[in-house]
């Protein structure tokens, strides 16, 4: 997304067209999302209200897997002169993430929420 990102453009452009369908279609799903200001802005969390969502510990980004994966995007971007080589850049690593690294993320939630709560929200080895 081009431009800041506001409580109300976060409702607009994110949850409501894409987030909130993919959740109607998952009965019993639970949404997670850090504690960013435009996730903690009133009209996203008034969107929210018919959701249920995992609660977010301050300043503990144990629960968050696609941290990860920012992380290994970083590790693999190659150095870019313009906005549009970046773009490129981010889509190519995207595309070609291995499924498996992915799956493992979604596999460790269990034990990552489950750390967390043992640590009392705060730091894990995650």
């Given at each position: 997304m081009r431009g800041t990102?506001?409580?109300q453009r976060?409702?607009?452009?994110i949850l409501r067209p894409h987030v909130g369908p993919f959740l109607n279609g998952l009965p019993g799903a639970i949404f997670q999302q850090d504690n960013a200001r435009p996730h903690t802005a009133e009209v996203a969390q008034d969107f929210l209200r018919h959701f249920q969502t995992l609660p977010w510990p301050a300043r503990s980004p144990d629960l968050s897997a696609v941290e990860h994966v920012w992380?290994?995007?970083?590790?693999q971007m190659p150095s870019c002169h313009s906005v549009h080589d970046l773009e490129l850049a981010?889509?190519?690593?995207?595309?070609?993430?291995p499924k498996d690294y992915i799956r493992c993320l979604i596999n460790s939630m269990p034990h990552r929420v489950a750390a967390c709560i043992?640590?009392?929200g705060g730091p894990t080895r995650y």
């Open positions: 990102l506001t409580g976060y409702v607009d452009d992380d290994q995007l970083k590790r981010v889509q190519d690593l995207w595309a070609h993430l043992a640590a009392g």
